[in-house]
């Protein structure tokens, strides 16, 4: 036998609802109590009751693993810590609590004073605020379909579906009841309130966008259907599509298998909710069953900043990351929107993942995909935004020190690491006779550039350089000595074409007199 909704005499024919046992009631019926739950802070009579049975049930269950996984086999406890769970079992008691009075948890006196706190010296103007809020800040970022007076009604009361007389809803909603620490004569004191939205709404979940193009339409440039008719029609719609879905059905504690009406569809597979605990995504990487495991990653806005390489790691290569922006909060500008989508990027690259270029780009999500292997270290995990660069073949000034009068650069920071790589030809020739090779390719000149003997090893009389000893270039792409330079009485080689230096090879002079620097004593070598 099926009890009435709210009746409180049994849960009567257990059915699907969503994802969580319900009356049997209609599409309508369904939609209507969920919409309450979700997003008005009173409630009706008869949901308030429906609510109270139901959170009872799930006290009920929260404890005793065995019955939890009989009654509702697609609900997976089993990851939560001991004192998470008796947290959870605490809030299903709070919420079905035998204490029926509004002072348990007053609702409408909580938003009263959050708003004044929020508006401040403006509170005596919140009717003006909230129609500045709607038509200039979400109107402009494409939510035209709220329509003025349901969303002046949210920001005074906290009913956003008003689906009944308005009257009717004086329950007060104890699901969006939640706690904080706070600061009493010096202690921290634990306290329960209302700390959600006041500001944008719950009209942006389901009452902006709709399938059906019908639903959006204007009449004399104004939204034809509001956000909460939208939003009841969606709602209604996923509810229909649940109930349709023929995948495995936990009715009355057994679990069935029903056949797709439609031939060449295939049955749906069996599916498990598994909650994991609060500080899962900093501790999640270390158990190496979840690295590079999920396919896909929400993030709302509020907490991109868990967003981490450790989380990443537990994505697989090519798995999708999706990250709500900040386009609907009313209190932040432009600029301030545009800075928080670019930490976005910032911290999705620093993730491991990489912004998709086939989707068209949306203002409300951002979407990414996961690069490289999710199996390598968390700290290697950074994308770099742009090619690999590549070798110079000179290193820039601030990289080595200047040479000083007494000190010749060492040639392993000027010469070429590759064959492809030699400088060219018209950089080495010397322009003069009897003139060193400028190292103006590689650092500022100075005055007294030259290589000073005292640094090099001296030459002696029989150990002049050789061709053999040249830089590593090939012999087919060695060219004569003329092609370099116009034959001279007296030819340097250029420190360029000169191999990794050696112990008893010094680059002459050019000049039978000594350098700047050097001792008289120390003939210099010329090579014709």
Same mark, same amino acid.
């Given at each position: 036998?099926?009890?009435?909704?709210?009746?409180?005499?049994?849960?009567?024919?257990?059915?699907?609802?969503?994802?969580?046992?319900?009356?049997?009631?209609?599409?309508?019926?369904?939609?209507? =109590?969920?919409?309450?739950?979700?997003?008005?802070?009173?409630?009706?009579?008869?949901?308030?009751?429906?609510?109270?049975?139901?959170?009872?049930?799930?006290?009920?269950?929260?404890?005793?693993?065995?019955?939890?996984?009989?009654?509702?086999?697609?609900?997976?406890?089993?990851?939560?810590?001991?004192?998470?769970?008796?947290?959870?079992?605490?809030?299903?008691?709070?919420?079905?609590?035998?204490?029926?009075?509004?002072?348990?948890?007053?609702?409408?006196?909580?938003?009263?004073?959050?708003?004044?706190?929020?508006?401040?010296?403006?509170?005596?103007?919140?009717?003006?605020?909230?129609?500045?809020?709607?038509?200039?800040?979400?109107?402009?970022?494409?939510?035209?379909?709220?329509?003025?007076?349901?969303?002046?009604?949210?920001?005074? =009361?906290? @009913?956003?579906?008003?689906?009944?007389?308005?009257?009717?809803?004086?329950?007060?909603?104890?699901?969006?009841?939640?706690?904080?620490?706070?600061?009493?004569?010096?202690?921290?004191?634990?306290?329960?309130?209302?700390?959600?939205?006041?500001?944008?709404?719950?009209?942006?979940?389901?009452?902006?966008?709709?399938?059906?193009?019908?639903?959006?339409?204007?009449?004399?440039?104004?939204?034809?259907?509001?956000?909460?008719?939208?939003?009841?029609?969606?709602?209604?719609?996923?509810?229909?599509?649940?109930?349709?879905?023929?995948?495995?059905?936990?009715?009355?504690?057994?679990?069935?298998?029903?056949?797709?009406?439609?031939?060449?569809?295939?049955?749906?597979?069996?599916?498990?909710?598994?909650?994991?605990?609060?500080?899962?995504?900093?501790?999640?990487?270390?158990?190496?069953?979840?690295?590079?495991?999920?396919?896909?990653?929400?993030?709302?806005?509020?907490?991109?900043?868990?967003?981490?390489?450790?989380?990443?790691?537990?994505?697989?290569?090519?798995?999708?990351?999706?990250?709500?922006?900040?386009?609907?909060?009313?209190?932040?500008?432009?600029?301030?929107?545009?800075?928080?989508?670019?930490?976005?990027?910032?911290?999705?690259?620093?993730?491991?993942?990489?912004?998709?270029?086939?989707?068209?780009?949306?203002?409300?999500?951002?979407?990414?995909?996961?690069?490289?292997?999710?199996?390598?270290?968390?700290?290697?995990?950074?994308?770099?935004?742009?090619?690999?660069?590549?070798?110079?073949?000179?290193?820039?000034?601030?990289?080595?020190?200047?040479?000083?009068?007494?000190?010749?650069?060492?040639?392993?920071?000027?010469?070429?690491?590759?064959?492809?790589?030699?400088?060219?030809?018209?950089?080495?020739?010397?322009?003069?006779?009897?003139?060193?090779?400028?190292?103006?390719?590689?650092?500022?000149?100075?005055?007294?550039?030259?290589?000073?003997?005292? @640094?090099?090893?001296?030459?002696?009389?029989?150990?002049?350089?050789?061709?053999?000893?040249?830089?590593?270039?090939?012999?087919?792409?060695?060219?004569?000595?003329?092609? @370099?330079?116009?034959?001279?009485?007296?030819?340097?080689?250029?420190?360029?074409?000169?191999?990794?230096?050696?112990?008893?090879?010094?680059?002459?002079?050019?000049?039978?007199?000594?350098?700047?620097?050097?001792?008289?004593?120390?003939?210099?070598?010329?090579?014709?």
């Amino acid at each position: 036998m099926t009890t009435p909704a709210g009746s409180g005499a049994g849960f009567g024919t257990v059915s699907w609802w969503g994802l969580s046992p319900a009356l049997d009631l209609q599409a309508e019926k369904r939609t209507e =109590t969920f919409l309450e739950l979700w997003g008005n802070a009173l409630l009706r009579p008869s949901v308030a009751a429906f609510l109270r049975a139901q959170a009872s049930h799930l006290a009920n269950l929260v404890p005793e693993p065995d019955r939890l996984e009989e009654q509702l086999p697609w609900l997976s406890l089993q990851l939560l810590k001991f004192r998470e769970r008796d947290a959870l079992e605490a809030v299903f008691r709070f919420w079905s609590g035998g204490e029926k009075r509004p002072e348990v948890f007053p609702m409408s006196c909580l938003w009263d004073s959050r708003l004044r706190h929020y508006l401040g010296s403006r509170y005596d103007a919140r009717r003006g605020v909230a129609d500045w809020d709607l038509r200039m800040k979400l109107h402009d970022r494409g939510a035209q379909v709220i329509h003025i007076q349901e969303f002046r009604r949210w920001r005074d =009361t906290g @009913v956003a579906f008003e689906l009944r007389d308005l009257s009717a809803y004086h329950v007060p909603n104890k699901t969006l009841a939640s706690g904080r620490l706070l600061s009493h004569r010096g202690e921290r004191v634990a306290a329960r309130g209302y700390w959600g939205d006041i500001a944008t709404g719950p009209f942006i979940a389901f009452g902006i966008e709709a399938d059906d193009q019908s639903l959006l339409r204007t009449s004399n440039g104004q939204p034809v259907k509001t956000a909460s008719e939208i939003t009841q029609h969606n709602v209604t719609e996923l509810f229909r599509e649940v109930a349709a879905w023929r995948g495995p059905r936990a009715i009355q504690g057994k679990v069935e298998e029903t056949e797709s009406p439609e031939p060449g569809v295939p049955a749906q597979e069996p599916f498990t909710i598994h909650f994991l605990p609060l500080d899962s995504s900093q501790t999640l990487h270390h158990k190496t069953c979840y690295q590079g495991r999920f396919q896909l990653l929400y993030v709302s806005c509020g907490m991109v900043h868990l967003l981490s390489p450790e989380l990443g790691a537990c994505v697989a290569p090519g798995g999708n990351l999706v990250v709500e922006l900040a386009r609907y909060l009313v209190d932040l500008r432009p600029k301030e929107l545009q800075a928080f989508s670019d930490r976005v990027v910032e911290i999705a690259r620093v993730a491991g993942f990489a912004p998709h270029t086939t989707t068209k780009p949306s203002e409300t999500f951002a979407r990414f995909y996961k690069l490289g292997d999710s199996s390598r270290g968390v700290g290697d995990s950074a994308v770099e935004s742009g090619p690999a660069p590549s070798k110079v073949l000179t290193l820039p000034p601030e990289s080595i020190s200047p040479p000083q009068a007494d000190q010749a650069p060492f040639l392993e920071a000027v010469s070429p690491t590759q064959d492809d790589q030699a400088p060219s030809l018209e950089s080495m020739s010397p322009t003069q006779d009897d003139q060193a090779p400028s190292l103006e390719a590689i650092s500022p000149p100075q005055a007294d550039l030259a290589p000073s003997p005292k @640094v090099t090893s001296p030459p002696q009389a029989d150990q002049a350089p050789s061709l053999e000893l040249m830089s590593p270039i090939q012999a087919d792409q060695a060219l004569p000595l003329e092609a @370099v330079s116009p034959p001279q009485d007296e030819l340097v080689f250029p420190l360029e074409a000169i191999s990794p230096p050696q112990a008893d090879l010094a680059p002459s002079s050019g000049s039978d007199e000594p350098t700047p620097g050097s001792s008289g004593n120390v003939p210099s070598k010329h090579v014709t």
